[in-house]
């Protein structure tokens, strides 16, 4: 998520102090549901629940939670530029971006009075960083916290201007493998590059891929409607212009003339063909406002679908299967 992108384009400022409670929860609810302003001068821009869904939702936390972090970790989500999270529980990786300051991260989680005495100080491909207790990744439920929520220890690594979070040690040492440029990463993935490439291009400021195709597939015979081809990525996320919000998908194929005919049959089903799952046998074209444009792009196809209601469902039609991203025969 890009964090930055979203506060300057709604001019949205940091807290004068980040560790200040009061601050930072006024702070994380502009940012997370969009600013208040008097209903005359409100554009289509600044619609609440667009912002930053898939940060909150991965961390689980609330922005009353993530006041708690500055103390916790020594890290504050108004300090935050951008974020990233890779992989699925336990082995998920979180990379926050901005104004990380290793120092007070360590000074934070040495004084920390619930999970200090499982602070173990560790070095991986050459980089220090910390987990706590022999399993970082088991459960104590006595000790949850507002960055530990089901009571996990977990792992951090704190660089001037960026931290790593794990839940397990393994997952730990292969962010820090990588960063050493001795592993591989998911921006080494030419379909997820691609569909990266083509959300950026499209002003997306939040996002999530996938490329387990197999979720998706459907039998075009029960769905009694047009289906995509087997797509190789998929990605969505949501952004804001002049127009409004909108939700902006992009499907990596294996070759151009694919993503062409896919493109084709992607405006087909968007103005004619129903939702699946988002909202069960509505259509579309009463979901979204306007339809912008679907086209390709050498082997993507990119849609944009404008609307507020729409737009706060990016995160679903990312993860789940509807009729604008399955595919069968």
Known sequence: EDIATVREALAIPLPADPSDSDQLLDYLMTITQGPVVDDSTVPATRSPGVFLGVFLGASHSSPLMMTE???????????????????????????????????????????????????????????????????????DVERRTAMRPLGRGGCLAAFEGTAYRTVTAEAMDAALEVRAGDGTSL??????????????????????????AERF????????????????????????????????IALVYDDDATASANAATL??????????????????SDIYQSLGPVTSDGPVVIARFYGSAITRRWPIVAGLPDALTMWGA
């Open 69 to 139: 972090w500055p103390a916790e970790m020594g890290v504050s989500i108004a300090e935050f530029d951008a974020d990233l999270i890779a992989g699925l529980p336990p082995e998920t990786l979180t990379i926050w971006i901005g104004s990380i300051d290793p120092a007070r991260v360590a000074a934070a989680v040495i004084a920390d009075p619930m999970w200090s005495d499982d602070l173990r100080p560790l070095s991986h491909a050459g980089y220090d960083h910390w987990c706590w207790g022999d399993d970082p990744s088991a459960i």
């Open 217 to 248: 597939e459907f039998d075009a015979v029960q769905l009694d409607q047009p289906l995509l081809d087997r797509w190789t990525a998929l990605g969505a996320g949501a952004g804001f212009d002049q127009t409004g919000d909108y939700l902006v």
């Open 187 to 212: 921006a080494d993935v030419e379909a997820l590059r691609l569909a990266a490439a083509a959300l950026d291009d499209a002003g997306a400021h939040t996002a999530a891929f996938t490329m387990a």
């Open 267 to 284: 405006a087909t089903i968007a103005s004619s063909g129903r939702s699946v799952s988002v909202e069960p046998g509505r259509p579309w």
